[in-house]
């Protein structure tokens, strides 16, 4: 409703969705040649498909097609509405289903390109028996005829100027455009379905328009769209150009952010992209996924944050009082020894032994990242720059080092997070950083040592270590007092392997049955979800809304899932008070963190 509202009172309009980052002023682009004779100029979420969270009108006539496209978006539900249901009832639509701006959006375009009042995308809103009769099977190819979108979409190559050709990747820029015409029923077309909307207007549609009316007194309004008579009035309102942003000037994470365009030191110190929407992510928890990018990127503000949320700052809050939250992670020692992992199962492993001893304790888990360099991430394929492909399943970001680090999606799930079970590497680092001058303990396993100093005399990065046989199991129950004397310690380093042995342990049946909570639930910890997830040969689904898409998993290593024989080490703890050396120095902080 704002866009049509503003243009009949004669503004421009700049949309933007609240998740969106800008990296760069859009008015450069926007008030340019090719895009300053565009009137809309929209993201594109899929091919030829539009997208509202990034808009952008402009010299917009208060009665033209665009003012109109943008009313109809708002009024379709309406006038729905309008006879309380019954005519869409009648012809078996769902109430609710047009209530989807993106579908109205794309229904509304649809008429805008045809110039009929045409409603492809309420096909799918008919009741499921009602879709497959013929009658209705017919209509929607007609309508889909009628609209012919790549027909009427026309691609054109324009030069670029100098400076635009770190965004644009070369001398020219694609732009992709229609024009858009006034519609009009023209006496509603049984073989488009007929009717669509009730005979007369009601009250909710009827009020809308006497808004747009009163916003600008003295404007025309277009020709009335349900009105037959009108129909040669419609096709003499002159045209408006439409177009589809380039990906460079606006786009979603996941069609291009992904890819490490927007991660500034993949780009050359500035991000490869003007208007970023982080949208949508079609394997995790999308709200999740919504504030972890920004995070990723260094541009999270967590200090409105912490303004907007008080105390629950991080996604383990959820159910759980932050208050108390306390955490339990690898040294950067260890987690760097991670990247000399065999495979996915050995690293779901030694994941597995850092959540039974968080769910031991009754602490978060710190899940680590890896360098996006191990074998097993990146399959070979080039990391070195833009465009990345390390498939579905890896978060790359830039560490402070330039190290090019992957976190696995499957790791900002609420199921993985939420209740106190675990912070992303990001949420980790500021939970530090708002505990310095805290005492934190290490724990150590005496004759089981791989620290990073001693991990090359070990042989650690030779292709056929193994780290799951360094492995020091927790089965005595003496040991528990030792872990319990440490509750109050708001940071754990843990510098070994572990695996948590909880049938030695008598009184820990609760911490026992969080950790298999945890495991049936956090996909990150399971390597069968995982298998029937993924195809390993390439970090893509392995099926698709139903469709195999390609044979696997097929494995990299053939690595037990558990080891047969854990090294057993006697468990002892390391202390260090507030004062003396902490085992996460500043350094090594900065060599996992970026831009904080």
Avoid at 79 to 103: E, I, P, V
Avoid at 218 to 239: I, L, R
Avoid at 360 to 369: F, I, K, Q, V
Avoid at 380 to 407: E, H, N, S
Wanted: with cysteine.
């Amino acid at each position: 409703m704002m866009p049509s509202r503003s243009i009949r009172l004669g503004y421009n309009v700049l949309l933007l969705d609240s998740d969106v980052i800008v990296f760069d002023d859009p008015y450069k682009y926007l008030k340019h040649p090719p895009f300053k004779d565009i009137v809309v100029i929209n993201q594109e979420e899929g091919v030829l498909a539009p997208n509202g969270g990034v808009l952008y009108v402009q010299n917009a006539a208060p009665d033209g097609p665009a003012a109109f496209m943008f009313a109809e978006i708002v009024s379709r539900p309406l006038r729905w509405a309008d006879d309380g249901w019954a005519h869409a009832n009648r012809l078996s639509l769902h109430k609710t289903c047009m209530y989807a701006d993106q579908d109205a959006y794309y229904d509304v375009l649809a008429a805008m390109i045809s110039g009929y009042m045409l409603f492809p995308k309420s096909w799918y809103c008919l009741d499921e028996v009602v879709r497959q009769d013929p009658k209705w099977l017919k209509v929607s190819e007609e309508m889909e005829k009628q609209v012919g979108f790549f027909e009427a979409f026309k691609g054109v190559e324009h030069a670029a100027p100098n400076n635009w050709q770190n965004l644009t990747a070369g001398p020219t820029v694609s732009l992709t455009s229609v024009d858009l015409r006034m519609p009009n029923c023209r006496g509603w077309p049984e073989e488009l379905g007929g009717q669509w909307y009730p005979a007369e207007r009601g009250r909710f549609s009827k009020e809308l328009l006497q808004q747009l009316q009163d916003d600008c007194p003295d404007c025309p309004m277009w020709p009335d769209a349900e009105d037959a008579s009108n129909a040669a009035a419609a096709d003499n309102v002159p045209t408006e150009k439409f177009a589809l942003m380039p990906h460079w000037l606006g786009t979603s994470y996941w069609l291009r952010g992904r890819e490490g365009y927007w991660d500034a030191p993949l780009t050359g110190g500035s991000a490869q992209q003007v208007i970023g929407h982080t949208h949508y992510n079609p394997i995790g928890d999308t709200d999740i996924h919504k504030y972890v990018i920004p995070m990723s990127l260094g541009l999270y503000d967590w200090d409105l944050a912490k303004k907007a949320k008080g105390n629950a700052l991080y996604t383990a809050c959820a159910s759980h009082s932050c208050s108390e939250l306390k955490g339990l992670a690898f040294t950067p020692a260890m987690e760097g020894l991670l990247g000399s992992s065999a495979s996915w199962q050995e690293f779901a492993f030694l994941l597995r032994g850092l959540a039974q001893l968080a769910s031991l304790l009754g602490r978060a888990a710190a899940w680590p990242s890896l360098p996006c360099d191990t074998p097993w991430v990146n399959m070979g394929r080039q990391i070195a720059k833009p465009p990345l492909d390390l498939g579905f399943m890896w978060l790359p970001w830039t560490a402070a080092d330039g190290q090019l680090m992957c976190t696995s999606w499957e790791a900002a799930r609420g199921n993985c997070l939420s209740q106190g079970k675990g912070l992303l590497p990001w949420e980790w680092q500021h939970f530090q950083q708002q505990h310095l001058g805290n005492s934190s303990t290490t724990f150590n396993a005496t004759d089981i040592t791989l620290h990073a100093e001693q991990a090359a005399d070990a042989g650690v990065a030779e292709a056929g270590f193994n780290l799951a046989q360094h492995v020091v199991e927790i089965s005595c129950a003496d040991d528990l007092p030792r872990l319990k004397s440490l509750s109050n310690q708001p940071i754990l380093f843990l510098d070994t392997l572990v695996h948590v042995d909880f049938e030695s342990f008598t009184s820990v049946r609760r911490q026992s049955e969080a950790y298999q909570s945890l495991l049936g639930t956090c996909d990150l910890l399971n390597t069968t979800v995982m298998s029937h997830k993924y195809s390993f040969d390439s970090w893509n689904f392995a099926s698709w809304h139903g469709l195999k898409i390609m044979d696997g998993p097929s494995l990299k290593a053939n690595v037990a899932d558990r080891p047969q024989v854990l090294k057993k080490g006697k468990l002892v703890t390391r202390s260090h008070h507030k004062g003396h050396t902490q085992p996460t120095t500043k350094h090594s902080i900065k060599k996992y963190f970026s831009r904080w």
